[in-house]
């Protein structure tokens, strides 16, 4: 692993919050544990009065699964981070607290806006440019704003602190290994960038189903619903590098560019009751467990109509693309977890007479999580040499030794903003969903039911949307 830490200090906003003790330093401890981040200091922040040794219980205990798989030095480096680091009880949305903390950390500095999205919102308003230590990296979460607007205007806030390649709009979706499995299998194979295009893909989706319902978290979720939560932020990321055309580098200038120009060409197109579905779970059993109704879990409002599945069909207008369905899913408390993106190639013009047994085209498949890659092909099999069997080809992708934060928390920490997502991207992201959330509020596409640990609501998934 390369040392080329930037980052001194780590000032994680939110310390006492979910994301920070479910996630973000559980990926931290991975991180240090196989040698990244250097002499990095962690510091907590937040509103909660807590005492130097409940912050560093929850450090330890974070750390505790990675220390006990780490060698030595991965020990060591875990050990210094926990006992120097510290907490500091503020409020970050008042004027002075924060820059103070500040100025007395070493630099640079990433701080991480591990807070409400309005908190986050509020606190950098109040901070000044001068007030941040040299070379500050800001990390903001999701949801990056509420829409176009509030996104545009959140960029402007934090384009008045920092330049843009100091800002982290995080997308842990976008760790290392899967972006990059995806770009080197795409560019990497002289057979592949020739078909890879509308002459020879049908179409092309995009799956993120999870066997997880609600777990607790209605208070976020009620108000996002699936397409904001998992569509907006994520799949549309995906999807973007998967359409891209060949970038000359691999570095976050072109790489950006190329992400940005797909999404600026991608649009959802009305009639939004062809192009879209939505639908929300009942309910049902998940494994062992039995769900309750979406609508009567604790803290749900079920006049929201939030959705817990959505569909959507994207259409890339431009001369690789135009009239290939890009079909984005997403759905919770699903029976079966699938979280892959599927290409399915158009049938060959013409089979030779005499052959027989062929009746679905190629697919490829490139799982995340297990990371793999699967290409379907039809050959003369076992038995009779003119009956075409299917068979797969199977390979195993470079599975990331890191949690997801790991991999986010290694490109801030090392200054490279490679993997986050830039501000123009995050407005156009918005601006994709804007008219299918219109639609949907004003009751133009019908909210559908689905039984937790089903496999959705009736015809699905849609096989000619759009
Ligand atoms: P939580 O509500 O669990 O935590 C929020 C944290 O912010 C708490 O530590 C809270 O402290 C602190 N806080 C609130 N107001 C202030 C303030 N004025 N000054 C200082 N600290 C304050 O939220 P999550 O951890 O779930 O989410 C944080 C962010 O991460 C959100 O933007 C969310 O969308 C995003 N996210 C969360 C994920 C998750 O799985 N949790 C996944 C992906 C993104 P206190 O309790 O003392 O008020």
């Known amino acids: 692993m390369t040392s080329k830490t930037t980052v001194k200090t ?40 807590w005492s130097p040794e409940q912050w560093s219980e929850r450090v330890d205990g974070a750390f505790a699964a990675a220390s006990k798989d780490a060698d030595s030095q991965g020990q060591a480096a875990l050990a210094a981070v926990a006992e120097s680091t510290r907490y500091h009880q503020l409020d970050v949305t008042a004027d002075g607290p924060l820059a103070e903390l500040l100025s007395q950390l070493e630099g640079p500095v990433a701080i991480y806006f591990a807070l409400p999205p309005h908190i986050s919102q509020k606190a950098c308003e109040v901070l000044h440019p001068e007030q941040l230590p040299a070379g500050t990296r800001l990390v903001m979460e999701k949801p990056f704003g509420s829409g176009t607007e509030s996104a545009h205007e959140l960029n402007k806030t934090l384009a008045a602190l920092v330049p843009e390649d100091h800002i982290h709009r995080v997308d842990h979706f976008l760790g290392k290994a899967t972006v990059l499995n995806i770009l080197g299998f795409r560019f990497a194979n002289r057979f592949l960038e020739p078909v890879w295009n509308r002459e020879h893909i049908e179409k092309v989706e995009v799956i993120f189903d999870e066997d997880l319902a609600l777990e607790g978290r209605a208070r976020y979720y009620d108000t996002a619903g699936a397409l904001r939560d998992m569509i907006q932020s994520h799949l549309l990321h995906i999807m973007a590098f998967l359409a891209i055309d060949p970038p000359a580098t691999i570095d976050e200038r072109d790489l950006r560019d190329a992400v940005a120009t797909v999404l600026r060409a991608s649009s959802i197109k009305a009639p939004f009751s062809a192009s879209t579905r939505r639908a929300r779970y009942t309910a049902g059993t998940l494994g062992e467990r039995t769900v309750p109704d979406y609508a ?47 290409i399915t190639f158009r049938p060959v013009p013409h089979l030779p007479k005499g052959f027989s047994g062929l009746d679905s085209p190629n697919q490829l498949r490139i799982g995340f999580g297990p990371d793999v890659l699967e290409l379907d092909i039809d050959v003369n099999g076992p038995g009779d040499i003119f009956t075409l069997d299917r068979a797969s080809l199977v390979t195993e992708l470079n599975a990331p030794g890191m949690l997801p934060y790991g991999e986010v928390l290694e490109g801030i920490l090392n200054g490279d903003p490679l993997l986050s997502v830039r501000g123009d991207t995050a407005e156009d992201c918005w601006r994709i969903i804007e008219p299918v959330l219109a639609a949907w509020a004003n009751g133009d596409v019908p909210l559908e039911e689905y039984d937790a640990g089903s496999d959705g609501p009736a015809n699905w998934p849609t096989s000619d949307v759009g």
């Open 10 to 49: 780590l000032l994680i906003l939110g310390a006492s919050g979910d994301l920070t003790g479910r996630l973000l330093l559980p990926g931290l401890a991975g991180l240090l544990a196989s040698g990244g981040a250097p002499g990095l200091r962690l510091v907590g922040a937040g509103s909660d009065p």
């Open 296 to 342: 009567a879990e604790e803290g749900v409002d079920p006049s929201r109509n939030t959705e817990t599945l959505a569909e959507v069909c994207v259409n890339i207008d431009n001369w690789r693309w135009k009239g290939v369905p890009f079909i984005l899913r997403s759905g919770k408390a699903m029976g079966q977890r699938r979280k892959e993106a599927v």
